[in-house]
């Protein structure tokens, strides 16, 4: 169906164009197919399939309100108006979003309401509760039904088994106190839509209280990181352990192999190589993370396990609680296809995502401070000191938890992870934030030159 085919085709592409959770920003697509989908009763969503101009082909989701008059309150999110009526992106309408979750308490664990399907009967639903969209960058959209539940609406859909509300499950049926309960989820012939989940109350983004803790930090001029009142290490310690503690029952819940180390090796080989065209300051160091590499590959065959992992782990993807650390967001790094985010891989890669995520919140703060020459070297020195310690609490939380202590060829592989993260996020800043291109590559200089300590030989790695 081509642009001219559809009367609502250019105002939806105009609105996809310009949403934040929109991923093919920059590229130019044509729409060629607007469907709806029932999901339950009267309820439906809208698709649309895109295909670019230099190539590939995505799936989208866009839920419509549709009214004969205009809505002052939602107006904001005006999709435009054809067929003689106004149609909204209605995550934005508590109206259209009661019908949602409505659909949701009809459902029961061994009865579908349509598409929607229900985990547990153990938790009523709070109907009465109203909905308010999460704000911010992201690649869904978040509704709140007031401080009880939590639904998650995938805007980028891909046919198969979704890893967040497959290993939201896992962890739920486990009784995993680091995961926010899974109570049901949306899907029709495989395709996943939606899910719903339980509100964290008392819960406090990982990312901004890390970065609270480094503002103390510099606010106290000479002091070091563990004399300062907003310490953070306690806290690393408890998401190192409550990390481990994830990791320990994905182990049990899903199949576990031995770490292909060859073939690990050779995706950060490649990585690093595609990488170098988008970042040309790579290549003065690709000999040295080639050996960095290379260590990895001689590592011995099989004494590594690979097994379900979140995948894209980050401060930003955990939630502190009175209860204690929650992990959110078990998609997987949102670049990587379907197939490529539900493989097994090493628990390391999770662990480097959380050690370069110490590095990015102090050098974050750091960055924006102005300073002589001399409080800039006092910033610095501060900045290193914090991000070791914060690290090293992290692992000893995580070891603590597991039970054994590191071993020499796992510092080799987060060593290795590391610099393979920072490395993926040279690119990503290059093209989406080019002004901060300087953390990673900064963080790759000190991985790499052997004399300088960084989030890894803080710990002996």
């Known amino acids: 169906m081509s642009r001219d085919a559809h009367p609502s085709t250019q105002a939806l592409a105009a609105y996809l164009a310009g949403a934040r959770w929109f991923g093919g920003k920059g590229r130019g697509f044509e729409i060629t197919e607007v469907r709806e989908v029932a999901l339950a009763d009267e309820l439906t969503t809208t698709l649309l399939t895109l295909a670019y101009d230099d190539g590939g082909a995505d799936l989208y989701q866009l839920p419509l309100a549709t009214y004969a008059e205009p809505q002052e309150r939602i107006s904001h999110a005006l999709v435009g108006e054809w067929d003689e009526e106004f149609h909204y992106d209605a995550v934005h309408d508590r109206e259209a979003m009661q019908e949602w979750l409505q659909a949701f308490d009809r459902a029961a664990p061994s009865s579908p309401h349509g598409a929607f399907q229900r985990t547990s009967a153990e938790h ?236 990015y919140a102090v050098r974050a703060v750091a960055r924006d401070i102005s300073a002589t020459e001399e409080e800039a070297f006092q910033i610095a020195y501060r900045s290193g000191e914090w991000v070791k310690r914060n690290s090293a609490a992290f692992l000893d939380g995580y070891v603590a938890e597991r039970g054994e202590p590191l071993t020499a060829d796992e510092q080799t592989l987060i060593t290795a992870y590391v610099a393979d993260k920072a490395v993926y996020e040279a690119v990503y800043e290059t093209r989406n934030r080019p002004t901060w291109v300087d953390i990673p590559l900064a963080a790759l200089q000190k991985i790499l030159d052997p004399g300088t300590e960084d989030a890894t030989t803080a710990t002996e790695l």
Do not use: C
């Open 124 to 359: 009523d639903l709070d109907l009465d509760s109203h909905s308010s969209l999460y704000s911010g960058e992201q690649s869904n959209s978040s509704v709140a039904f007031g401080e009880d539940s939590l639904m998650k609406l995938f805007r980028r859909l891909t046919p198969g088994s979704n890893p967040d509300i497959e290993i939201h499950e896992a962890l739920t049926r486990a009784g995993s106190t680091h995961v926010a309960a899974l109570y049901g989820y949306v899907v029709v012939d495989e395709v996943y839509f939606a899910m719903l989940q339980q509100f964290l109350r008392t819960a406090s983004d990982g990312w901004d209280l890390a970065l609270a803790s480094t503002r103390n930090l510099f606010a106290e001029g000479d002091l070091h990181a563990e004399e300062v009142g907003g310490d953070f290490a306690a806290e690393s310690h408890r998401l190192g352990a409550a990390v481990a503690e994830v990791h320990q029952v994905l182990a049990e819940a899903f199949p576990v192999e031995p770490l292909d180390v060859t073939a690990t090796v050779e995706a950060m080989r490649r990585r690093l190589a595609a990488a170098a065209t988008v970042v040309p300051e790579l290549a003065e160091h690709r000999d040295a993370l080639d050996q960095r590499f290379a260590a990895v590959a001689a590592l011995p065959a099989g004494e590594h396990r690979a097994q379900r992992i979140h995948g894209d782990l980050h401060l930003g993807q955990t939630l502190r609680t009175s209860l204690g650390w929650k992990l959110v967001d078990f998609e997987g790094e949102p670049v990587k296809d379907l197939a490529e985010r539900r493989l097994a891989d090493s628990p390391w890669r999770d662990v480097a995502g959380m050690l370069r995520s110490f590095d």
